[in-house]
């Protein structure tokens, strides 16, 4: 939010003398970042004047519209000269004053202002938008001043456009919503400097009336529980917006567009209350406030026509929607340039739904970023009033009497606070007295007193014998005070968080890491050492990700759990595979150039849990029981740790040493076989066969078994799967879930023999079929304990071998421990091998 310190100091009373860095740091001090603040009279240097409009002549011959002016300054340019000054914008006419920037002149950025010859013609200048003198963001034309500006040509034109002041950028967290508004900026600097403080949103305003304004039904009164309107006739349709008011939208980031749309913007930016003006010849019947019908259009102001969902809130006439309720009004109820009848809406809309609406339209409009933080339900009467009289001073017009006031707005539900417990929260001592005065400054009621709450205190949830007892009723603009926690901290925030002392707890002694926490670092270094990159994905999906996977129908991955209010209504729910997110960074880093890709990532996977209902409701005014507990957890979905890693393009690079080798479905088993290296699984223990498991190609996956139960699945995806997510070809990855993977055993160091190896090479001639991991297996257990090291180093098909056949020759290493081996027995124990391979898997010794 940008506000300028002039406008701030209409409602508290601000040292004269306040330098900006105080008043920066006031700010601070209150919790309210400042992005920026900026002086206006340092940021234009040079001569910035007054200009009139003499003589245009149009350019012809460009390729956009060029205009030959001949504007008077006065005697700023010291001749008394008209200026010859070429401009592009076409908003302007002859008589029309203008911001003239002359030779000499700096502007923000450092833009540096001379006379030059363009376009054929010399220009000595510039006529200046919003945009180049840093006022705000339009540059779609110049600034032309009102009519009824006084300041004549050659006039210093920075306190004409408000270059004379202080303009402060906020950045206001999302349970502050009051602090949108110079009624809440300037309430928040009263405090913290002690000074006056004049509330506009206490000024009287008439209440409702029998008569309604104009005929209007709510029916959804959780949506909107509120909805106030007046009515002007008569008004003038060509009054121009005052000067001081479109200096003040332009300092706030807000375009100047009709006086009607400008004061409902206005009275928002100085109260808080977003409100909107219909043009009230243009509604057809009584006015109605209801959920969207699914399906329903609506064309909003920014010309986009809109399908409207059933949570949307919409105002309707005998047409249907004529407006997208909080966010943005429609086109054919909107004010023109011949309205003459404006309806002034305020009302009190539904925060969540609002939030959710502007995210689902992708509208983050200004009224929309107040509603969905919070927004007073007590200012909606006092907005009219304001927004009535400033449209009927400017431009005339005649009030009408009836007001209507549709008002379901529950009260506030008063707030328990023991006395103590800021002190005992934070650490410095509050004293009762010192509590009641902060939350009273706030805005707060507070009544004193345990009389009504000794008879039970455990309705309230405070202890008994606890002392002082406040009963704190919240002001109608601090929605975000619901509980004790939050009545603590703003007793803090305005007493000062400089009084807070910075006391380190003795940390109690720690065991280290547990196993499963040394485990998740051991694979992750393993990988990193092996090339892979780890990432960190959003755990949230699309709904379509497991057809995409190509999921079969009762996969248990089908299921997911759905967000309650999810970042992106595109990923609502919680993923139930690494892979979804992972190969979606995969694609997006492929895209960028990055051809070859070896990404890893470590978390946690949801998998709903079955007949499960809504989790307990639980405050923050106490310590959960054991039954809450145990509710809420039986709601908590599983959250096994899964690893997954995707690789695609070359794993090892070409170059002038030779060719390279591009990643296939052996990496990702190897990928595999390194993270239970890691996790300290011994590979006698671990089994690789072959597997049909989406989304891997039912040819090339492996199945990962620890002692005979299956920890994961590695190999090349799926082609279909492949194309669907538009990735490279043989894209190859692997997913292990880690918290099925036992424990890793207690490790023996091993006997290290001093006597030289026995090596015998062996080549076996098996079905393709059997894996290779079967066959070392079958070697492992016959040669006993002599076999130090069995490695398969070749496999080989042909013809000669007979059709389905495929040979795997391994390297064997056997070793004593207490002496040289024999060649006898060497050679007995690999032929012990050889018979255990072809009992097992049929294996004959190739070239027998």
């Not at 701030?8 to 040292?15: G, H, I, K, M, Q």
């Not at 245009?56 to 008077?72: H, Q, S």
């Not at 996969?555 to 892979?579: C, F, G, H, I, M």
């Not at 007979?802 to 056997?814: D, H, N, Q």
Request: hydrophobic content about 45%.
């Amino acid at each position: 939010m940008r506000v300028s310190v002039s406008w701030l100091r209409e409602y508290v009373d601000l040292p004269a003398d306040l330098p900006t860095g105080d008043l920066e740091q006031a700010l601070v001090d209150l919790g309210i970042e400042v992005e920026s603040m900026v002086d206006l009279r340092e940021t234009v240097t040079g001569p910035l004047v007054v200009g009139e409009v003499l003589e245009i002549e149009e350019l012809t011959g460009f390729k956009k519209p060029i205009r030959f002016c001949r504007v008077d300054v006065g005697a700023a340019n010291g001749t008394g000269e008209p200026q010859e000054i070429v401009c592009g914008a076409r908003n302007f006419a002859p008589g029309d004053r203008v911001v003239v920037i002359l030779p000499g002149g700096v502007l923000p950025g450092d833009f540096r202002i001379g006379a030059r010859k363009t376009y054929g013609r010399n220009s000595h200048g510039m006529i200046c938008s919003a945009k180049e003198l840093g006022l705000g963001d339009d540059h779609s034309g110049i600034i032309v001043l009102p009519a009824d500006t006084t300041a004549k040509p050659g006039d210093d034109a920075r306190p004409v456009v408000g270059l004379d002041d202080v303009v402060v950028e906020l950045e206001i967290t999302p349970d502050r919503g009051y602090a949108l508004s110079l009624r809440g900026l300037a309430r928040e600097l009263a405090h913290a400097l002690a000074v006056e403080f004049r509330d506009p949103g206490l000024v009287a305003a008439p209440g409702g009336t029998a008569e309604p304004a104009y005929p209007v039904e709510v029916r959804d009164t959780v949506g909107c529980d509120r909805f106030s309107a007046r009515l002007v006739r008569g008004v003038d349709p060509t009054a121009p917006t005052p000067g001081w008011m479109a200096r003040r939208l332009t300092v706030a980031g807000i375009r100047s567009i009709s006086l009607p749309v400008d004061i409902t913007n206005y009275v928002m930016l100085e109260l808080g209350q977003p409100m909107h003006a219909f043009d009230a010849d243009r509604i057809s019947g009584p006015l109605v406030v209801r959920r969207a019908e699914p399906g329903e259009k609506l064309t909003t102001l920014d010309g986009v026509k809109r399908t409207l969902a059933a949570e949307d809130m919409v105002i309707c006439d005998d047409t249907g929607p004529i407006s997208l309720a909080a966010v943005m009004g429609g086109e054919t109820s909107e004010v023109v340039a011949s309205t003459t009848d404006v309806l002034f809406e305020a009302a009190h809309w539904d925060p969540a739904m609002v939030g959710r609406t502007a995210r689902r339209h992708k509208l983050f409009s200004e009224a929309a970023k107040r509603w969905e933080r919070g927004v007073d339900p007590a200012l909606s009467l006092v907005a009219l009033e304001r927004a009535v009289r400033l449209l009927t001073e400017h431009a005339g017009g005649t009030v009408a009497d009836e007001i209507l006031d549709l008002d379901h707005v529950r009260p506030r539900t008063p707030v328990v606070l023991p006395a103590d417990l800021p002190s005992r929260r934070v650490g410095v001592g509050y004293s009762p007295q010192r509590v009641v005065e902060l939350l009273e400054l706030v805005g707060c009621t507070v009544t004193r007193g345990a009389d009504r709450l000794g008879e039970d205190p455990g309705e309230v949830g405070v202890p008994a014998g606890t002392g002082d007892v406040l009963t704190v009723t919240p002001p109608t603009w601090r929605p975000d005070l619901t509980d004790p926690a939050d009545l603590v901290e703003e007793v803090v925030r305005l007493d000062g968080y400089d009084r807070v002392p910075s006391v380190l707890p003795t940390a109690p002694a720690g065991r280290g890491l547990t196993w499963q926490q040394q485990r998740r670092r051991a694979v992750a270094r393993s990988l990193a050492e092996r090339g892979y990159v780890e990432v960190l994905a959003h755990p949230f999906v699309a709904a379509g990700l497991a057809d995409q996977l190509g999921l079969p129908a009762d996969d248990p991955r089908r299921p997911a759990v759905r967000v309650a209010n999810p970042l992106s209504e595109e990923e609502p729910l919680l993923r139930t595979t690494l892979l979804g997110p992972l190969l979606g960074i995969a694609k997006r880093n492929i895209g960028r150039g990055l051809r070859d890709v070896a990404i890893y990532e470590i978390g946690a996977v949801f998998h709903p849990r079955a007949g499960v209902g809504a989790p307990p409701a639980m405050g923050v005014d106490r310590r959960p029981t054991d039954a809450e507990f145990a509710a809420a957890d039986a709601v908590v979905p599983d959250q096994p740790r899964h690893v997954a890693a995707v690789l695609a393009g070359e794993l090892e690079p070409a170059g002038w040493w030779g060719a390279g080798r591009a990643a296939g479905w052996a990496d990702a088993v190897e990928a595999a076989r390194t993270v239970l290296a890691a996790a300290g699984i011994p590979a006698d223990r671990v089994t690789v066969r072959s597997a049909e498991h989406a989304p891997w190609h039912p040819g090339r996956c492996a199945e990962l078994l620890v002692d005979d139960a299956v920890v994961g699945y590695a190999g090349e995806l799926h082609p279909t799967v492949v194309a669907t997510l538009e990735l490279p070809r043989r894209t190859s990855a692997m997913e292990l879930n880690l918290d099925a993977v036992p424990a890793a055993p207690t490790v023996t160091g091993p006997a290290i023999s001093t006597f030289p190896p026995a090596l015998i090479d062996v080549a076996l001639v098996v079905d393709e079929s059997v894996p290779a991991a079967e066959v070392q297996r079958a070697l492992t257990e016959g040669a006993g304990d002599l076999l130090e090291a069995v490695r398969l180093f070749d496999v080989y098909a042909s013809d000669q071998l007979g059709a389905g056949r495929k040979s795997l020759a391994y390297k064997l290493t056997f070793r004593a421990p207490d002496r040289t081996l024999t060649v006898e027995e060497a050679v007995a124990a690999r032929d012990a091998a050889v018979a255990e391979a072809a009992r097992r898997v049929d294996a004959t010794l190739r070239g027998a």
